[in-house]
Nanobody, 124 residues
Framework: QVQLVESGGGLVQPGGSLRLSCAAS????????MGWFRQAPGKERDLVAS????????DYADSVKGRFTISRDNAKKMVYLQMNSLEPEDTAVYYC?????????????????WGQGTQVTVSS
């Protein structure tokens, strides 16, 4: 059974940093594109960052470009989201996602697997 387990969320002050991790129990992890989504209260779940199976392609939401970095370690079956210069507007539940098609992550439709989410709160 496939599981995606996020960790690393928490409370941080504006301007601070957090590193989210996602552990995947996918047998063929290296064949999956991975992504991070977030959902704030009363808002839709939106893509934050995505990374192709070989890490050659990465994409970011405009709101996080230059501040967030997505990476993956296929040997450890892990994906990470380094978040710097955090702002109150980054407060949300962050979800890890996996799909065999990179395009599905870009649209957020028909995504194969989702994690349970981890809360990130940016507040002074």
């Amino acid at each position: 059974q496939v599981q995606l387990v996020e960790s690393g969320g928490g409370l941080v002050q504006p301007g601070g940093s957090l590193r989210l991790s996602c552990a995947a129990s996918i047998r063929t992890f290296s064949a999956y594109a991975m992504g991070w989504f977030r959902q704030a209260p009363g808002k839709e779940r939106d893509l934050v960052a995505s990374i192709s199976w070989g890490a050659r392609i990465t994409d970011y939401a405009d709101s996080v470009k230059g501040r967030f970095t997505i990476s993956r370690d296929n040997a450890k079956k892990m994906v990470y989201l380094q978040m710097n210069s955090l702002e109150p507007e980054d407060t949300a539940v962050y979800y890890c996602a996996a799909d065999s098609l990179y395009q599905n992550l870009r649209t957020g439709r028909g995504v194969d697997f989702w994690g349970q989410g981890t809360q990130v709160t940016v507040s002074s």
